[in-house]
């Protein structure tokens, strides 16, 4: 069964700073790797996500970096707010043929304004 | 466009209980995958449905089952509640049709609570 891994568990960042959120994966069929954004009391809504023909993708200050070989990726975050306070997954599909997506255990980050 | 709307927001049971969540996915999509949310445990993959079949399924006992409905809405149901089921169950619901990635939307979840 994949597992993804994921740090740190929390984060502290000042306001402005640059938040950096790790994850890495074990085996996957398929590329395509998700970060997903939780506010206390709401789902998990689909932050940014990367399809590794590139290993880099950008919007807005939200950055994922896709390293294929050593099977990690990672989530900045620039110029952080305090807005951006949140509960941060990664996610990788399975090694299965069916691609369903496994989660990190989450990163909760607190930008101080 | 509506989002993935998950009934009832909060339940509280008793140990032995059984309980019944649903899920209405986003229009037009086919798959619906449930999520078992703990603090210690982060998003637990617990099964996913497509076309009213289940594809896959992650590691949990057989007291959690679920189905879906040719209009693609989705049930959970739990068995023989235990303690330790307290959990935020969350929904997702996706376009993909064979076994492509697409985006997962989740919905707000069912907060369970078992006494």
């Known amino acids: 069964q994949q597992q993804v891994k994921q740090s740190p568990q929390s984060l502290i960042v000042q306001k402005g700073g640059i938040s950096i959120i790790n994850c890495a994966y074990e085996?996957?069929?398929?590329?395509?790797f998700p970060w997903y954004q939780q506010f206390p009391g709401k789902g998990p809504a689909l932050l940014i996500a990367?399809?590794?023909?590139?290993s880099e993708k950008k919007e807005g200050r939200f950055t994922i970096s896709f390293n294929k070989s050593a099977k990690q990726f990672s989530l900045h975050i620039m110029d952080s707010q305090p807005g951006d306070s949140a509960t941060y997954f990664c996610?990788?599909?399975?090694?299965?043929?069916?691609?369903?997506?496994?989660f990190g255990k989450g990163t909760k980050l607190s930008v101080k304004p | 466009k509506a989002g993935v709307t998950q009934t009832p927001r909060y339940l509280i049971k008793t140990r032995g209980q059984q309980v019944t969540l649903s899920c209405s996915p986003i229009?037009?999509?086919?798959?619906v995958s449930w999520y078992q949310q703990t603090p210690g445990q982060g998003l637990q993959f617990l099964f996913e449905?497509?076309?009213?079949?289940?594809?896959n399924k992650g590691n949990f006992p057989g007291r959690f089952s679920g189905r879906q409905f040719s209009n693609s809405r989705s049930e959970m149901n739990v068995s023989t509640l235990e303690l330790g089921d307290s959990a935020l169950y969350l929904c997702?619901?996706?376009?993909?049709?064979?076994?492509?990635?697409?985006?997962?939307?989740f919905g707000q979840g069912t907060r369970l609570t078992v006494v």
């Open positions: 997702a619901s996706s376009r993909r049709t064979g076994t492509l990635n697409t985006e997962a939307f």
């Open positions: 085996n996957t069929a398929f590329d395509y």
């Open positions: 990367i399809r590794p023909d590139v």
């Open positions: 996610a990788a599909p399975d090694g299965g043929s069916q691609g369903n997506l496994i």
């Open positions: 229009s037009g999509h086919r798959s």
């Open positions: 449905y497509f076309s009213e079949t289940q594809r």
